[in-house]
């Protein structure tokens, strides 16, 4: 307990949590939480284009992540997590918009 209280307290922790190393990321979780969130609406509210795009975004981005140094594994979660949530979205708008079509 001791020794976490020092680290906590470490010049490197608080640059840290000062940073946009940290201060990034932590934002850019709107994001995830907002597809997650989408997840139980309509899929008739989806946009194909913009779901494309954020599977992009996230995509590059995860590879930024692991590619900067020093790595930034905060973002890299970040991404992974809205990468599946935007793939989650991207099969419904297809499973609404074109397979159930081909079943009627």
Same mark, same amino acid.
């Given at each position: 307990?001791?020794?976490?209280?020092?680290?906590?307290?470490?010049?490197?922790?608080?640059?840290?949590? %000062?940073?946009?190393? +940290?201060?990034?990321? *932590?934002?850019?979780?709107?994001?995830?939480?907002? =597809?997650?969130?989408?997840?139980?609406?309509?899929?008739?509210?989806?946009?194909?284009?913009?779901?494309?795009?954020?599977?992009?975004?996230?995509? %590059?981005?995860?590879? +930024?992540?692991?590619? *900067?140094?020093?790595?930034?594994?905060?973002?890299? =979660?970040?991404?992974?997590?809205?990468?599946?949530?935007?793939?989650?979205?991207?099969?419904?708008?297809?499973?609404?918009?074109?397979?159930?079509? %081909?079943?009627?």
């Amino acid at each position: 307990m001791n020794r976490l209280m020092k680290v906590l307290r470490s010049k490197e922790t608080r640059d840290y949590f %000062m940073s946009t190393h +940290f201060w990034g990321p *932590v934002a850019n979780w709107a994001i995830p939480i907002a =597809a997650i969130s989408d997840i139980q609406r309509d899929p008739k509210f989806i946009s194909g284009k913009m779901t494309f795009a954020l599977c992009l975004y996230s995509a %590059m981005f995860m590879r +930024f992540a692991i590619m *900067v140094q020093p790595r930034n594994m905060l973002l890299f =979660a970040c991404h992974f997590v809205n990468e599946g949530a935007q793939l989650t979205q991207g099969c419904r708008f297809i499973k609404y918009h074109y397979l159930s079509k %081909m079943e009627q």
